[in-house]
């Protein structure tokens, strides 16, 4: 059984740092593509970066390049996605998920999810 477990959100202030940690459990990190999206009430949940099984290729959304960067820990089986600089507007949920094959920005496409870790950024 496939499982993430979402940490490190909480609250910020704009300029802050954040680091949010996805620990897998029943699938190997880097035999498959991890993203990690982002969604407000009432909005679609969409493409923050994710990072693939090869090479460590990254891709992110324009909103964050330069702010955000994800990784990978092999052995400790978890994605990691350092938020610097936040903003007000980050404010979000904030959720890890798998797929096999390619990164892509769909959350229809990754077939396991987190429970989301919920990211506040005062001003």
């Known amino acids: 059984q496939v499982q993430l477990v979402e940490s490190g959100g909480g609250l910020v202030q704009a300029g802050g740092s954040l680091r949010l940690s996805c620990a897998v459990s029943?699938?190997?990190?880097?035999?498959?593509?991890m993203g990690w999206f982002r969604q407000a009430p009432g909005k679609e949940r969409e493409f923050v970066a994710g990072i693939a099984r090869t090479a460590g290729f990254t891709s992110y959304a324009d909103s964050v390049k330069g702010r955000f960067t994800i990784s990978r820990e092999n052995a400790k089986n978890t994605v990691y996605l350092q938020m610097n600089n936040v903003k007000p507007e980050d404010t979000d949920v904030f959720y890890c998920?798998?797929?096999?094959?390619?990164?892509?920005?769909?959350?229809?496409?990754?077939?396991?999810w987190g429970q989301g870790t919920q990211v506040t950024v005062s001003s």
């Open positions: 998920a798998t797929r096999s094959g390619y990164i892509s920005s769909s959350p229809n496409l990754y077939d396991y």
């Open positions: 029943g699938r190997t990190v880097s035999n498959y593509a």
